[in-house]
């Protein structure tokens, strides 16, 4: 097989597990700041939540970039394409993002009731805020974004901000938003001192249930739409633009690959297993397992988009043809060579140390400990 195709799949791959982390991991982080105000009542208790995450919260931001960065160097069109059209919506992202480590160093600096409740406040819109965004821009890579290219390959985004957020797209949003809380609540069920801990499983158990509502529904959405499908291009693992195919829509057409391959049903019932036996836990009050059947979750539910589109990345509903893939917005051979030698060496240091971290803080926080100490969240 062609080297140039092993890494054109490869890296396919990698752009999900990135997904997948920056759900699991900063989507947990996302997920505790969303229940702040919800299931911490005293500034005792919100304080402790914050102390539970606070020494993990900016080192899973590690998975938020190296998802930027390897849409950057991995398919610089999507990543020219995307971010000049969608600029409005990276905007509301950065700054989002940019409040978020201020709420967490300043809360706690000065003792006013009005000063830690205006934090409180950004924490939660800088936790539900970029989920939301995340399942969004899943969601309309489904029913395609208004882009088309010129003859000398620049792109033109022909939609507007308000179109991004269609029916389809705010419940693919919502559904992330559930998985981001259902992580949060069972890192807080294992981290947080009581009452936190079982507020922190309620919430945990209704979000796992709304996930699984939203999933399905999205699924039978999704099934009732146009997908995309190749009728011709120069072939997977060549060097390509995306003027050198046609594409055309096809009624139910994101469920081919599942047809043409049966075995890939068990990517979306790996969603659902993950989500019905993480319910399970939570209700068992055995959170780490429910941490890690979210994680499960999120693999199904990230693999479901991919499996569905594949190999479309970027679909385009102003001009079909023109839509972005796996084939023809991809770097060269010798980057992806490159980025894999990186990946190899970093990817595992990044899994040691973030396992390192968490065994070390292992255990709930004591609120005795954080109202004696000025410097803690």
Request: proline share 6%; charged share 10%.
């Amino acid at each position: 097989m062609d080297l140039y195709l092993i890494l054109q799949v490869l890296w396919w791959v990698l752009l999900g597990v990135l997904f997948v982390g920056l759900g699991t991991m900063v989507g947990m982080d996302m997920g505790v700041g969303t229940l702040l105000r919800f299931i911490g009542k005293t500034d005792t208790e919100r304080r402790s939540m914050l102390n539970a995450i606070g020494p993990h919260w900016d080192g899973n931001q590690v998975w938020f970039i190296l998802g930027g960065g390897a849409i950057f160097a991995a398919y610089p069109l999507i990543y020219a394409t995307s971010f000049s059209g969608l600029y409005v919506v990276i905007l509301l992202l950065l700054w989002s993002m940019i409040v978020r480590p201020l709420g967490f160093e300043y809360r706690s600096k000065i003792a006013s009731p009005a000063w830690r409740n205006a934090w409180d406040w950004t924490l939660l819109l800088s936790g539900a805020l970029p989920m939301i965004i995340f399942g969004a821009a899943m969601g309309n890579m489904l029913m395609g974004v208004p882009f088309h290219f010129q003859w000398d390959m620049r792109s033109v985004y022909t939609g507007s901000f308000i179109t991004l957020f269609n029916p389809f797209s705010v419940l693919a949003g919502l559904l992330s938003l559930s998985l981001s809380v259902y992580m949060g609540g069972v890192m807080m069920m294992g981290r947080a001192p009581e009452p936190v801990a079982g507020r922190a499983r309620t919430a945990a158990g209704y979000a796992a249930l709304a996930a699984i509502v939203l999933f399905a529904v999205l699924g039978v959405w999704v099934s009732m739409v146009n997908g995309y499908k190749i009728v011709s291009f120069p072939g997977a693992g060549v060097p390509q633009t995306p003027l050198q195919q046609t594409v055309e829509l096809v009624p139910g057409g994101w469920l081919s690959n599942y047809k043409s391959y049966p075995i890939l049903w068990a990517v979306p019932l790996l969603g659902f297993a993950g989500l019905f036996f993480g319910w399970t836990s939570v209700r068992s009050n055995k959170h780490t397992l429910a941490w890690w059947l979210g994680a499960v979750s999120w693999i199904g539910v990230v693999g479901t988009i991919g499996v569905a589109m594949f190999p479309f990345l970027m679909p385009s509903s102003s001009n079909p043809s023109q839509s972005l893939t796996l084939w023809n917005s991809i770097s060269s051979e010798t980057t992806l060579l490159w980025m894999t030698g990186w990946t190899v060496v970093f990817v595992p240091i990044i899994f040691w140390y973030t396992s390192w971290a968490f065994y070390v803080m292992r255990g709930r926080v004591d609120p005795k400990e954080v109202e004696a100490d000025p410097h803690a969240y």
